[in-house]
């Protein structure tokens, strides 16, 4: 079964430095997605970047960027110049490329992101 | 606008009742999920639907029902069966069934059993 592991629990960051979340994943296939959603106060999940496990190029998204290493199953996001609004839940989640089965996603339990002005 | 609507915000049960929470969008996806969400726990997946009549178990369905009658419309039935439903409940959508495809997320549904 795949899981998927956020080991810290809670992280701060300074407003306009630069912080990174881990996530962890463990999976047998070779194809798969990977994603990081934010979920702030109002508790609307918020997709926030993607990765195909297929692309080398770890993706972009304006101040979001992700480390992917797929051989360590490893996908890290790193904010920055952080600012008030990212303070939120950030969820690491995987869903394999599998039309044949369950399409769903596997959540990791989340990371509470704290930004101090 | 575009999106996906879930009602109620707040829900409140007795013990022994069965509650409906509504989900619906007219983003015209063909896919439909429900997640359960519990303090310092992940998103589970309760039951998923990818076409309109059809629908699949997740995790953890026991306690649960849902139809999928029309395309923009998935209720979740939370029966008294299910022994501790106080939860976080959220609606999703995609585009279709494709692992690519971004889930949207609904606000949620907070459900409190008294």
């Known amino acids: 079964a795949q899981t998927v592991t956020q080991s810290q629990p809670e992280m701060s960051v300074q407003e306009a430095e630069t912080v990174t979340l881990s996530c962890t994943y463990d999976?047998?296939?070779?194809?798969?997605?990977l994603f990081w959603y934010k979920q702030p106060p109002s508790r609307q999940m918020i997709l926030v970047i993607r990765?195909?496990?297929?692309?080398?190029q770890n993706a972009t998204e304006n101040r979001f960027s992700v480390n992917f290493q797929k051989a360590a199953k490893s996908f890290s996001l790193k904010i920055s110049d952080s600012q008030l609004g990212d303070a939120a839940m950030y969820f690491c989640a995987y869903r394999p490329q599998d039309w044949g089965g369950s399409e769903k996603l596997v959540f990791g339990k989340g990371m509470k992101l704290t930004v101090n002005p | 606008d575009g999106g996906i609507t879930q009602s109620p915000k707040y829900l409140f049960r007795k013990e022994g009742q069965n509650v409906t929470l509504s989900c619906e969008q007219n983003?015209?996806?063909?896919?439909m999920y429900w997640y359960r969400q519990d303090p310092g726990q992940g998103l589970r997946l309760i039951y998923y639907?990818?076409?309109?009549?059809?629908?699949q178990k997740g995790d953890i369905a026991e306690g649960y029902s849902v139809s999928r009658e029309k395309k923009e419309s998935f209720p979740l039935t939370v029966t008294s069966a299910q022994k501790n439903p106080t939860a976080f409940y959220l609606c999703?959508?995609?585009?279709?069934?494709?692992?690519?495809?971004?889930?949207?997320f609904g606000p949620g549904t907070r459900l409190t059993v008294l």
């Open positions: 983003l015209n996806h063909d896919a």
């Open positions: 999703a959508s995609s585009e279709d069934r494709s692992s690519y495809n971004e889930q949207f």
């Open positions: 990765q195909e496990a297929y692309k080398q």
């Open positions: 639907s990818q076409i309109v009549n059809d629908f």
């Open positions: 999976t047998s296939e070779s194809d798969y997605y």
